[in-house]
């Protein structure tokens, strides 16, 4: 293990705020991290920094999970089983698996972060989600301060949520993710990533290509967090009764997805709608091709983010009485 004091996490959060932690501590094991919870209970928990908004100040000790390893078994002609570490970065996952020829995870590619995140959060793109091939994820109980094994149907996978996001946030540290993969139909009945595999001349695309264009689909509308600092999606698209949608479609042209008895409507939409897309304040501003994205144009706070994601979320209920929930969590004090 590795203690740091007044440790700089500017670069440890793809906003690129800048945060210091009063004690920085990294793990490797599972051992070492039951060892820091037991000596630090109340020990923030922090990843690859990908869905954060920090402060400037995070009091007493952060602990960075750096379990690694990906263990891969077949379990029939076509499916795995995948073990795999909570410190893996989720992009290197994906893109391991496809050079091992296995399917599943093509339209979650160049998605930032730890693969500890990814079922926090519940990932999600261009069609697929993470939750359904999810078999199980292990974790440290920090209520019982033991290992514990938590079934897929014990995680309450939803929409960009799970239990460790929203039901038990401060009570599971994910050490292990153990996903079913490689059985999957090739996913492409996304409009951009099918628009993109046409124009690539995939009239049968295979999971490599299905990555491809998902990851052309992602550099065209997403900005770099290595050369521009963001977190990706700011805000969850609503979703919404058909009651609602239909009230909305008075006021807004947009269009309605059926998600599990609801309608999924685009965040992106009512936001560019309202006049927000490429607006800018100080060092904040909402990036010019996807309205859904907020970056540090240079020196901003974690102040400065939140501020101008309140002053969305007020200005798009006020017009369309639709309230916009945040995808990033808060961590710090300012």
Sequence with gaps: MRRVSNACLTRANSFGLESTAEELLEVSSVEELLE?????????????GSNVVLHRHLPGLVIRVRIRGILVKRVDESAYRIRVGAGERWNELVRSLLGRGIRGLENLSLIPGSVGAAPYQNIGAYGRELGPMVESVEVVDRVEMTTRTLPA????????????KSGSPKRYVITYVNIRTGDQAVETGYPDID?????????????IQVASAVIRVRRRKLPDPRLIGNVGSFFKNPLLSSKDFELLRGKCEIQGFEERGLVKVSAARLIEASGWKGFRDGAVAVWHRQPLVLINTGGATATNVLGLADRIVDDVHRRYGVALDREPIEIGRP
């Design 195 to 207: 628009t993109e595999l046409r124009k690539l001349g995939c009239d049968r695309p295979n999971p």
């Design 153 to 164: 149907a014990e995680c309450e996978f939803r929409y960009r949520d799970s239990v460790f």
């Design 36 to 48: 820091s919870l037991e000596r630090w209970p109340s020990a923030t928990i922090l990843g690859e």
